[in-house]
């Protein structure tokens, strides 16, 4: 579980391909999303309609460097339409090249969120930066930075709804399930409400 969890501050992989788009990118069931810079796009940088998709190793919302904010309207990722199930956005957890498969999701502000699921279920979040540069050193802020408005949808590889990098940009356990609710801060914030907004969970 260690080495799972060792990659997630190593330099990630520049993307071969930048799209600055007035759309949106629409994908349907069963598509892989890998290694863009997507930004500046009039609403959703990717739209998801649909089951079984993958968005993994890119950089959405930022430049191909992920230093400087170019951020799309809406959300970085937007799982809306009619239904669908088992999306993923980010690493599989499974130990082989999760360190490509990371998103950074940042800089979609003016009241926009970095993720923001509409519909379906059985959804994953893991192992993404939201809300900081590539490094994981500086905040480079969503408007907000998940929001879910379904069910059964688990976010960072213990499913404690926070983001594990961003857990560890932090001093947090990822492994563990009880700090989502602690107040390392004592400002009445919980952690957990600290990784929705962006803000420092420890001062």
Do not use: C
Not at 49 to 56: A, L, M, P, Q, V
Not at 76 to 88: A, D, E, K, L, P
Not at 136 to 146: E, I, Q, Y
Not at 149 to 160: A, E, S, W
């Amino acid at each position: 579980m260690v080495s799972r969890l060792s990659w997630l501050f190593l330099p990630l992989a520049r993307p071969s391909v930048t799209l600055t788009l007035p759309l949106s990118q629409r994908i349907a069931s069963g598509t892989t999303v890998r290694g863009l810079a997507i930004n500046r796009a009039k609403n959703g940088g990717i739209y998801i309609d649909g089951s079984g998709n993958s968005i993994t190793g890119n950089f959405i919302g930022t430049d191909a460097a992920g230093t400087t904010s170019l951020g799309n309207g809406t959300a970085g990722v937007y799982i809306t339409g009619f239904s669908g199930t088992g999306n993923r956005v980010g690493t599989d957890g499974d130990d082989t090249g999760d360190e490509a498969e990371l998103n950074v999701i940042s800089g979609n502000g003016n009241g926009n969120a970095g993720i923001r699921i509409d519909v379906g279920n059985a959804h994953i979040i893991a192992g993404n930066l939201i809300g900081t540069n590539a490094a994981g050193t500086a905040s480079m802020p969503n408007g907000t930075g998940v929001i879910i408005r379904t069910t059964n949808t688990r976010v960072g590889t213990n499913g404690d709804g926070m983001g594990d990098a961003w857990e560890i940009s932090w001093g947090l356990n990822p492994l563990d399930l009880s700090d989502a609710a602690a107040d390392a801060d004592g400002d009445q914030v919980s952690n957990l409400r600290e990784s929705q907004i962006g803000t420092n969970p420890i001062g």
